[in-house]
């Protein structure tokens, strides 16, 4: 935010992951017993996604400094921590 760049710009992780991987992560911060069901005739698809993070690091020199799975396990818990409030 302290740059004058002002066109689009990636920002993320570029570890590549599959839908699959993040599910089983998510399941794991979770906690919960979670079966995955498959629907085999559907498209396949891309197989993974990742951030290209080139330009990112070119013209503002940032990278990550959280892991996945901890920028996960702090969504999760923001997230239910919302739904608790919520509730009450």
Partial sequence: MDSN?????NIGSDRLISINELADITIKISGKKITKTYDLNAPQGVRGRNADLTLVKKELNWQPQITL??????????????LTTEQK
Wanted: charged letters at 35%; a negative charge.
């Fill in 5 to 9: 760049y002002d066109k689009p710009i």
């Fill in 69 to 82: 799975e901890n920028g996960l396990t702090k969504t999760y818990e923001w997230i239910d921590e919302q």
